[in-house]
C-alpha cells in the first residue's frame, strides 16, 4: 500500500513539473501572423534546384498567390533570366507566353512552362535559369515570403550534366 502511495505521488509530482514547462514554454509573442497577401514561386518548398542535360519534358514550375478570399485580378510580371551557358531554343523552350501572367479571382497559382531539351553543358559556363517575380498591379501583394529577406521571389534551375 505504501509502495502505491509512493507511485501516486511521483507520478503527480511529474505530471506538475510537465504542465509547468509547457505554460513556461508557451510564448505567443514567438509566433508572428503574416497576414498581408504576397506572391512566391518554388518547388517542393525549395528556391533552387538541378535539372539533367538529359530531359526531354515539359515541367511547370508555379507562381503561387497567398491571400485572404477575394474578388479581385492579380497580374503577376515576371522575367527569366539565363546564364551564359543555356540559351533559349537550344536549351530549353519558354512555352508560357503570358507575361504578365493573370490570376483572376479564385485562383491561387498559375504555371509557367517550361520544355527541357535534351544537350549537354559546359561546366565552367554559369548553366543556371531563373525566373524572377519582379512586380505586381496591387501595391499590397508583397513579393516573396513576408519578412525581411523576401524568400521564394525567385527560383533558381541549374541544368547539370
Known sequence: MKDIRMMVKVFQYGLIVLLMSFLVSCNKE???KFDEPFVHIMQNNQ???VVNTNRRDVVSYYIYYSTHKNNEDLE???SINPGDGLQEGRDYQLLTNENPLLFP???YRRPIQIRWLNRRVENNLDNTL???IESTNKDDVNIGLPGPF?????FIIEKTN
Not at 150 to 154: D, I, L, M
Request: proline share 0%; hydrophobic share 30%.
Open 30 to 32: 514567438q509566433i508572428e
Open 47 to 49: 528556391d533552387r534546384i
Open 76 to 78: 503577376v510580371t515576371y
Open 105 to 107: 479571382s479564385g485562383i
Open 130 to 132: 531563373s525566373i524572377i
Open 150 to 154: 523576401n524568400y521564394q521571389s525567385e
